[in-house]
């Protein structure tokens, strides 16, 4: 007779995350809720609202150094809207035998962002496009709209300006769609692999690398680190609409004082970056405990919708205890998720 001791069978795992996968029996109804998550990410950026067009970048270069005899460095800047431009390091290595991947850097809520991303100050833990421009990337690591040499004269990250000129439009849409414009940039450098883009970042940058990935399918590689929390389960989401400082999506902010979410939240628009790589980097002790705990029943879920498009292998997350912190790990796995999606046959040094 079996011995029952030794029988233990698993409870189903539910979670309020459910919702992504509920109702889908096949991966054609997937895509079905794929097509209409799309188009609710949309609608949470506000993206009708963007410029009817592209400008023609009229890309300038103001500045040029050569770090260590690694790569150069470039101060450029280029056109985002027709009377408005972004500036951006731009890293490119030397002594290359082929083209390359390139990789956007998106830096963190800190007054001179590319510059720390550059390696010229504060943390060097976050001067990404110096450690990937040293692995033979080439790195375009821009200001966000209201950093660097842009800092409105209200100051740094405030977003007033911004919106009594696009009143309809959002912060994230607009950062989104200049990022996108930043791929752009990358794809007509002659010594990159234009086919080969990643994007990556911390908190602010973290958000921005996720936000990128599910708007854009050149992304096809990308790792975000220590964003903000989701919508559901977070007792400070009015945080995401606040009436001051930096507004992230000011539209949304009668509903949520009304008690009422947005149409789509993270683990759905992760989802929509399937089947292309994706690493998420989070700690459970970066703000309240239990609402970060949730991401990783969250992330198991975004898991799921990866393994109906059999990409179960192009998910992936981390969880860590060290706080909001790019530590020495995070780094590490980072930059080797680069290195696998985007540069499996290169030599990186």
Not at 209 to 225: G, H, Q, T, V
Request: proline share 6%; charged share 25%.
């Amino acid at each position: 007779m079996k011995n029952e001791r030794y029988v233990s069978a698993p409870p189903v795992i539910r979670s309020s995350w459910d919702d992504l996968l509920e109702g889908i029996g096949s991966k054609e109804e997937w895509f079905e809720r794929k097509a209409s998550l799309r188009k609710a990410y949309l609608e949470l950026l506000r993206d009708e609202y963007k410029p009817d067009s592209r400008p023609a970048p009229d890309l300038q270069v103001h500045e040029e150094e050569i770090v260590d005899d690694s790569y150069i460095r470039k101060l450029i800047s280029y056109r985002v809207e027709n009377d408005e431009r972004a500036h951006a390091y731009l890293a490119v290595p030397l002594f290359l035998e082929s083209r390359v991947p390139g990789i956007v850097a998106l830096h963190g809520t800190y007054r001179n962002g590319k510059e720390r991303a550059a390696g010229l100050e504060d943390n060097y833990q976050k001067a990404y496009l110096d450690h990937l421009a040293r692995r033979n990337y080439v790195v375009i690591a821009p200001d966000h709209f209201v950093a660097g040499h842009r800092i409105p004269p209200e100051g740094p990250y405030e977003t007033g300006r911004f919106y009594r000129r696009h009143p309809e439009w959002t912060a994230v849409g607009k950062f989104t769609w200049e990022h996108s414009i930043a791929v752009d940039i990358l794809q007509s450098q002659p010594e990159v692999l234009p086919e080969r883009i990643g994007v990556l970042g911390h908190s602010l940058g973290g958000q921005g690398s996720l936000f990128l990935a599910a708007y854009d399918e050149r992304i096809k590689a990308a790792a975000c680190n220590c964003s903000a929390p989701f919508f559901r389960h977070n007792s400070e989401v009015l945080h995401w609409s606040r009436d001051y400082w930096y507004i992230y999506f000011k539209p949304i902010r009668e509903g949520l004082l009304e008690g009422r979410l947005p149409a789509i939240d993270f683990h759905e628009i992760m989802a929509l970056i399937a089947p292309r790589p994706f690493l998420d980097l989070f700690a459970v002790n970066d703000g309240a405990p239990l609402t970060q705990k949730q991401r990783a029943l969250m992330d198991l879920k975004v898991l799921d919708a990866y393994t109906i498009e059999d990409a179960s292998d192009m998910f992936s997350f981390y969880v860590h205890g060290q706080g909001h912190s790019v530590s020495m790990d995070s780094r590490a796995l980072m930059y080797a998720w680069m290195d696998k999606h985007l540069c499996p046959h290169l030599r990186i040094r």
